[in-house]
C-alpha cells in the first residue's frame, strides 16, 4: 500500500481534518488500548462513506469498520489500511408512532433517552449498552433478557460495490452475540425498530433498575470491552470464572475484575499483549478445571 497515494486518495473524499494518519487505536477504544491504525476516517455522511468503500474497494486497500470501539480489542502493532468510524457524524433519528428509525452511529443510551421520552416500551434493555447501534446490529447486542433481535424491524445495508438495499430482521440472520454481518462485510447504515406504546413511568422504572443492577454489579468505570467470554451453552463464563479461582487475577496492568469475573478490565497501561496473555491463562484453567471451552466475545483485531 502506498501511503501517500491512499492519503491524497482520502483527501479527494473527505475534508483533511477527518483523515487521521497514524491514529492511536486506543483513543477510540473502551478498553483504551490498541496501536496505530494508518489511516482513521470519520466520513460526515452517507456518500462520503460509500465513496471510501469504493476507493478500499477498487484499490483492495484493507479496512475496518468501526462504531464505538465498545467491542475492540486492538493489538498493539495497530491496523493497517483504514479504520472508517461511524459515531456522532451518523447520528440522526425520528420517531414515527412506534416506529423509530436511526442512523447507525447512533450511541444506544442516546436513542433509549430519546425513546423513553416518547414513552416507548422493549429496547430498555439497550440503555446501558455502551456502543453505537451499528455496532449493536453486529453484535446482536443484548443484555437482561432482551436484545437487537427482538425489536429491528429492518436494516438497511451499504455493500462494498456502493449498492444499498434493506434487509429483514428475518434476513439479518441475528444468533447469539453474530447476525449477517459475521459473515458478509456489509455496513449498517439506518436501523427500523418496531417498539411497543407504553408507560412513561413503568419504562422509567425499568431503565433506573437495570442502570442499578449494571452499576452496583458490573466495573463500568474501567476501561473494558464488556464481559470479556461469550456464555458457553449450560454454563455463566464469569461464574466458571470465579469458581477457578480467578477473580481478580492481575498480570501487570491487565485484571480479571474483583467485581464481575466476565470482565476483564484495564487498570491503566495494560498492553493488548497483557490482556491477551491473561485471557489465554483464564481459558487453559477454566478448561483444565471444568472442561468447558470459553470463546472470546470481544474481537480481537490488528497486528501485534
Ligand atoms: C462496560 C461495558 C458493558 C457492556 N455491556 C454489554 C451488554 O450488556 N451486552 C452486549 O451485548 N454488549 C455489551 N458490551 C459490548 C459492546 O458495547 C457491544 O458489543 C456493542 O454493541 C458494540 O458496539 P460498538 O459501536 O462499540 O461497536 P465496535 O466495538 O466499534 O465494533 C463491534 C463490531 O461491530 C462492527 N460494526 C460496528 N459498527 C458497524 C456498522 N455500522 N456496520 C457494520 N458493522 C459494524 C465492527 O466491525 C465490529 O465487528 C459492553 C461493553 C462495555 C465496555
Do not use: W
Not at 34 to 49: K, S, T, Y
Not at 196 to 218: A, C, H, M, P, V
Amino acid at each position: 500500500m502506498d501511503r501517500k497515494h491512499v492519503y491524497d486518495k482520502l483527501c479527494t473524499i473527505l475534508k483533511k481534518e477527518d483523515v487521521l494518519e497514524n491514529e492511536l487505536m486506543k483513543n477510540h477504544t473502551s478498553f483504551k488500548i490498541g496501536g496505530p491504525a494508518d489511516f482513521l476516517v470519520i466520513p460526515r455522511n452517507e456518500e462520503e462513506l460509500k465513496n471510501i468503500i469504493l476507493l478500499v474497494n477498487k484499490e483492495k486497500i484493507p479496512f475496518f469498520i468501526m462504531g464505538n470501539g465498545s467491542n475492540l480489542l486492538v493489538r498493539d502493532g495497530g491496523i493497517r489500511g483504514v479504520v472508517i468510524k461511524l459515531s456522532d457524524n451518523f447520528s440522526k433519528f425520528e420517531v414515527n408512532e412506534n416506529i423509530v428509525k436511526a442512523q447507525s452511529g447512533i450511541l444506544l443510551s442516546k436513542l433509549a433517552k430519546n425513546i423513553l421520552k416518547c414513552a416507548l416500551a422493549g429496547f430498555e434493555f439497550a440503555s446501558g449498552i455502551p456502543g453505537t447501534l451499528g455496532g449493536a446490529i453486529a453484535m446482536n447486542a443484548g443484555a437482561y433478557g432482551g436484545e437487537m433481535k427482538d425489536v429491528v424491524h429492518a436494516v438497511k445495508l451499504l455493500d462494498m460495490d456502493g449498492n444499498i438495499f434493506e434487509c429483514s430482521n428475518e434476513e439479518m440472520k441475528f444468533g447469539y452475540r453474530k447476525s449477517l454481518l459475521t459473515e458478509k462485510k456489509y455496513i449498517v447504515l439506518e436501523v427500523q425498530l418496531i417498539l411497543n406504546k407504553g408507560n412513561y413511568e413503568d419504562i422509567k422504572s425499568i431503565f433506573d433498575d437495570l442502570t442499578l443492577k449494571r452499576t452496583t454489579k458490573q466495573p463500568i468505570n474501567m476501561p473494558s470491552a464488556g464481559s470479556t467470554f461469550k456464555r458457553p451453552v449450560g454454563y455463566f463464563a464469569g461464574k466458571l470464572i470465579e469458581e477457578a479461582g480467578l477473580k481478580g487475577l492481575t498480570l501487570k496492568d491487565a485484571q480479571v475484575s474483583p467485581k464481575h469475573s466476565g470482565f476483564v478490565v484495564n487498570l491503566g497501561n495494560a498492553t493488548a499483549k497483557d490482556i491477551i496473555e491473561l485471557l489465554d491463562v483464564v481459558k487453559k484453567t477454566v478448561y483444565d478445571k471444568f472442561q468447558v471451552v470459553l470463546e472470546e466475545e470481544v474481537k480481537i483485531i490488528g497486528e501485534e
